[in-house]
């Protein structure tokens, strides 16, 4: 499972999960992904993909056992084929 993370949850991080939802869709990844607030976000995922503001808050929740992917601007398009090509290279 993948969870896209924001500060609030609602704005950029809704936003993204749709980019992201697409491109996983056209790379032919079936993965369950949803948008959460950094406060809120469950533990027990396998990727998150926030901000790179929030990388540490993250990692911090979720320890070392989640692959946690960065995002500079979430509406460049080159950084979420970039985040689809790891979670390729790391599914299975």
């Known amino acids: 499972s993948v969870a896209f993370v924001?500060?609030?949850?609602?704005?950029?991080s809704a936003?993204?999960?749709?980019?992201?939802k697409t491109k996983l869709r056209k790379a032919m990844l079936d993965l369950d992904v949803n948008?959460?607030?950094?406060?809120?976000?469950?533990?027990?995922?396998d990727v998150v993909v926030t901000n790179?503001?929030?990388a540490d808050r993250v990692k911090?929740?979720?320890?070392?056992?989640?692959?946690?992917?960065t995002l500079e601007n979430f509406l460049d398009n080159d950084e979420y084929?970039?985040?689809?090509?790891?979670?390729?290279?790391n599914n299975g």
Not at 6 to 12: A, L, N, T, V, Y
Not at 15 to 20: A, K, Q
Not at 60 to 69: I, N, Q, S
């Open 35 to 45: 948008n959460y607030s950094a406060e809120n976000m469950p533990t027990d995922v």
């Open 60 to 69: 911090d929740k979720v320890g070392d056992k989640t692959l946690v992917l």
């Open 6 to 12: 924001c500060d609030g949850g609602m704005g950029s």
């Open 81 to 89: 084929e970039r985040i689809v090509n790891i979670i390729t290279q």
């Open 15 to 20: 936003m993204g999960l749709s980019i992201l």
């Open 52 to 54: 790179t503001n929030l």
